[in-house]
């Protein structure tokens, strides 16, 4: 199944990874989800309660078929997954059955590099030695990496698409819990989409 989404996320640097990562759980899932470009642009700096209001408006009126709210949780801020879920429901309450929620922690590059083996066969690091620069938090860490064992003309934005495409998806979900319930809100999503659906 086809299915039309849009994505409110945190930057540029997460939007062109995120997209790969949810068309990879889609199709893990049998569907093709099409992102709406026009629907998701990134939001400079955290998400807020307006940003949240004003995209789900936006997924609404394009008729979209799912909303994804990906907000990273580095600046240890409680509540909110609630402050996302309160303020899709003030927009429209049955909008929240195709809503997808994640909190990477502390943020998505932690998701990115959870599979530290293909981190390593990319950057020729032998599988035996354990992955450099593990005092780090994920995103310096993966800054590190690629300004020491990159190419010179490789970015981290290249390679967050590169781990995007290639990371090992079961992996992932079996050693980050986040991402793990991503999946799942993912999962629970798209069954109430095939529902709705096959009672059309």
């Keep these: 199944m086809n299915l039309s989404y849009g994505l409110l996320c945190e930057g ?11 068309q990879r759980l889609g199709e893990r899932l049998g569907h093709d ?16 309660k307006v940003s949240v209001k004003l995209r789900t408006t936006a997924f609404l009126q394009a008729n979209l078929d799912l909303g994804f709210y990906l907000a990273d949780n580095d600046k240890g801020e409680i509540g909110k997954l609630q402050m996302i879920r309160t303020n899709v429901e003030t927009v429209n309450q049955a909008w929240f059955n195709r809503s997808v929620i994640g909190i990477p922690d502390p943020h998505m590059e932690a998701w990115l590099i959870a599979d530290q083996d293909t981190v390593k066969n990319y950057f020729g690091i032998p599988a035996d030695q354990p992955l450099p620069f593990a005092g780090q938090q994920p995103k310096p860490r993966m800054s590190s990496l690629v300004s020491s064992y990159g190419e010179e003309q490789l970015t981290v934005g290249e390679f967050r698409r590169i781990l995007a495409s ?13 991402f793990a319930t991503f999946e799942g809100n993912i999962r629970a999503a798209l069954n109430f989409v095939e529902n709705q659906t096959g009672r059309a």
């Design 12 to 22: 540029d640097s997460d939007l062109s990874a995120l997209s790969i990562i949810i």
């Design 33 to 48: 989800l099409i992102i709406s470009l026009d629907q998701s642009n990134p939001v400079s700096g955290p998400i807020s």
């Design 166 to 178: 290639t990371m090992n998806i079961e992996h992932v979900i079996h050693h980050d819990s986040e």
